[in-house]
């Protein structure tokens, strides 16, 4: 494995490293096994030591033959000084008696003491480099658990065969039989399986002209015998000499078709179907006729493309008003990735990105040019997923801008139009009061406060159908009060908010609001629970959790209006639905809620009155305004005011202007509303008498806000 790596990527040092402690375990296995000569004896005593020591060293800097970091340098250095004390003490020591000395720290009786010293120090050298090994266990687990993809997977077998080295080493000093094979075989193993598994180091090429050598060689000579016993014994009667020669020119004659056979066959197993592009187009284009869901259909383009292939990682990626973005991706890799245009319409689409499958590795001409036609029937169904998802996007922002929107006509109808109707109110019946005795004008006041009142309730109707009233006073104290609403004495409800539920946009607080009353709805209806756990968390997403201990969902229970309404409301804002048992009884309603937080000034301005988006908040106290006053004869002699003084002096209220009005008649009859000589103008910024009340087709609720006016109160909108 070291001669292939040093092949592929010349004068790499954990190619080096694995050479050369393949070459010292060799020495040792063949010095063990023929111990006719003393120099061969005498290797045999030292020479199985350095393997171990060279592999733990190629595990410290696998994969690209450099320290994790300067911190390991010492590492390093600890585990080459065990390696060599360890060597060279057990050799010196052997000279003393070649052999029968036994790496053992009791050696026999004949040993003299500087072998007994040098062996003694060996073992604590062999200590240190277990040591090592140890640390370097440690490095790969840090090492894995901040890897990912390929990386991390190479990490894992290497992790796996140390462990299992070190596993073989605490066996053989159990004295355990067979144990030393797991020590011998561990490490190849794994090193072998991460670096053929995951193509390191460029082997592709290596492995695949030596698989090549090896099937045609075990062809050529099981075929070479085979013909040769065959002609011997059916045709040619013993006469071995002609049956060599026909077998020699059957096998030159078939050695052609047969290898191609065998090379298609490895590079099928290697690289997949690149030898085949019509079996990759046809599979593709088969596989896209049968996908029904449209989100299904690119992460199933690039699985195929990545497993016909044979290559770790394919992605696409789609031009966006934002940029561009990835909509799907197969595997992962650190491999120079090479992109190709997707184009569809006459119009770039976006780019098809496919992983080498190794670092060092380029895809062929022959695979670019399969790779570009896979990328022109990826195009067209891109660019449908990108439309849809446009349009997703759309809907999206539009039910969210519906939202603020009705958010803002909330507060707008009940901090501006609300008291524009409770002062218009107050005028009418100051006036009513003025006006006692004149039926005339008394009707016609009737009459106006009558529409006053239909304008105030239409208005409060629109109000209670814009917005959930609840959400006034933010989304956690919202569900709090309807968690508290539906816990009883049968069924305990409990509330779990993680993060702050502030700057929400509207669209999530009235989805989410929602949402739960409907999950609380059909817990009360349905599950026969005793206990439900509502869960609220913010992060990128807003995620609610309703989990009860009812009944659970029968196999054929149908889903009902209220689950399809929930799974609506989440998926129009892009959101994910779930609903699944319970072990061992219940439900559990997940939904998912991304959102985009609202910028700071949007946030601050939807904050006042209904609007506000925000934490929790107590009830604003109600708006009130001084009682109407009873207006006061002018003193003996003073002129009567004009209409007109009203707006002369300082700011009136509203209940004065009427009052003011009415005084402008020195015989006491109020004028007619409308006239022109008797029309009392209202002062900038109040409320005009004859404001009118234009319905809307959306609308909220009334919180009982009041103003108190000497008849009583008059509602101001809620």
């Not at 193993?189 to 090549?212: E, H, S």
């Not at 997703?392 to 139009?417: C, K, P, V, Y």
């Not at 409308?674 to 910024?685: F, I, R, V």
């Not at 004859?690 to 009583?712: F, I, K, L, M, Y």
């Amino acid at each position: 494995m070291g001669a292939m790596v040093l092949v592929s990527t010349p004068r790499h040092l954990v190619g080096r490293l694995m050479l050369a402690a393949g070459g010292a375990a060799s020495i040792g296995v063949l010095s063990t096994s023929w111990t006719n000569w003393l120099v061969v004896d005498w290797l045999s005593q030292w020479t199985w030591w350095p393997a171990y020591g060279l592999i733990t060293l190629a595990l410290l800097v696998f994969p690209d033959g450099r320290l994790p970091s300067p911190r390991w340098r010492p590492l390093a250095v600890l585990i080459v000084a065990g390696t060599v004390v360890a060597a060279v003490a057990f050799a010196v020591a052997a000279l003393d008696d070649p052999r029968d000395l036994i790496n053992t720290s009791d050696p026999g009786p004949a040993v003299t003491g500087r072998a007994r010293l040098l062996v003694q120090i060996g073992l604590l050298a062999v200590a240190a480099t277990l040591v090592g090994l140890v640390a370097v266990l440690v490095s790969l687990f840090q090492r894995w658990r901040r890897a990912d993809g390929e990386a991390r997977a190479q990490l894992a077998c290497l992790l796996t065969a140390g462990v299992l080295l070190v596993l073989g080493v605490v066996l053989e000093a159990m004295n355990l039989t067979g144990a030393w094979v797991i020590m011998v075989v561990a490490l190849p193993v794994g090193m072998g399986l991460a670096i053929l598994r995951y193509r390191l180091y460029g082997l592709d090429q290596v492995i695949n002209r030596t698989l090549v050598w090896l099937v045609m060689s075990l062809l050529v000579i099981a075929g070479f015998v085979g013909l040769i016993t065959l002609l011997r014994d059916l045709l040619m009667a013993d006469d071995t000499s002609n049956a060599s020669l026909v077998a020699t020119g059957l096998i030159a004659v078939a050695f052609e078709p047969v290898r191609g056979r065998v090379q298609r066959g490895v590079n099928r197993l290697l690289y997949g179907d690149r030898d085949d592009p019509y079996q990759v187009i046809t599979r593709l284009g088969d596989l896209l006729g049968r996908t029904v869901e449209p989100n299904a259909v690119l992460p199933l383009l690039t699985g195929t493309i990545a497993r016909s292939l044979r290559v770790p990682q394919v992605a696409v990626e789609v031009e966006g008003r934002e940029g561009p973005r990835i909509l799907a991706a197969h595997g992962t890799s650190n491999n120079p990735i090479e992109s190709f245009e997707m184009v569809a319409r006459g119009e770039r689409v976006g780019r098809l990105l496919v992983a080498n499958r190794s670092a060092t590795s380029r895809f062929s001409p022959v695979e670019r040019r399969l790779l570009n036609d896979l990328a022109l029937q990826a195009a067209v169904a891109a660019d449908a997923v990108r439309l849809i998802h446009d349009l997703q996007e759309s809907r999206e922002r539009l039910i969210t801008a519906r939202e603020e929107e009705r958010r803002r006509l909330r507060r707008d109808l009940h901090d501006g139009l609300g008291p524009t109707l409770a002062g218009m109110a107050m005028q009418v019946r100051a006036a009513q009061k003025l006006a006692a005795g004149q039926p005339r004008t008394a009707r016609i006041l009737d009459a106006l406060a009558a529409d006053l009142q239909t304008c105030t309730a239409e208005v409060r109707r629109l109000v209670s159908h814009l917005r959930p009233p609840a959400l006034d006073r933010g989304l956690a104290a919202a569900l709090r009060n309807e968690c508290a609403r539906f816990d009883t004495a049968t069924l305990s409800v409990r509330l779990e908010v993680d993060g702050d539920l502030q700057g929400l946009p509207a669209a999530i607080e009235v989805a989410a609001y929602r949402i739960v009353a409907e999950a609380l709805t059909n817990v009360t209806r349905h599950a026969q629970a005793s206990n439900c756990r509502v869960t609220v968390r913010r992060d990128r997403a807003l995620t609610l959790d309703i989990v009860d201990d009812g009944v659970g969902l029968g196999p054929r229970r149908p889903g009902g209006v209220g689950l399809d309404s929930m799974r609506e409301r989440a998926t129009e804002l892009g959101g994910d639905f779930e609903i699944s048992a319970v072990e061992p009884h219940g439900t559990a309603v997940r939904v998912r809620l991304p959102f985009q937080p609202i910028p700071s000034d949007a946030a601050a301005d939807g904050s006042g009155g209904e609007g506000r988006t925000g934490p929790a908040r107590e009830a604003e106290p109600p708006r009130t305004t001084e009682s109407a006053r009873e207006p006061e004869p002018p003193p003996a002699g003073a002129a009567a005011p004009q209409a007109g003084d009203a707006v002369a002096g300082s700011r009136a209220h509203p209940t004065e202007l009427g009052t003011r009005a009415s005084a402008a008649d020195p015989s006491g009859n109020s004028p007619e509303i409308g006239s022109s000589s008797g029309q009392a103008k209202p002062e900038p910024g109040l409320p005009h008498p004859r404001a009118r009340c234009v319905p809307s087709d959306t609308g909220g609720r009334d919180d009982g806000t009041s103003v108190r006016t000497p008849d009583g109160e008059a509602d101001l909108i809620g």
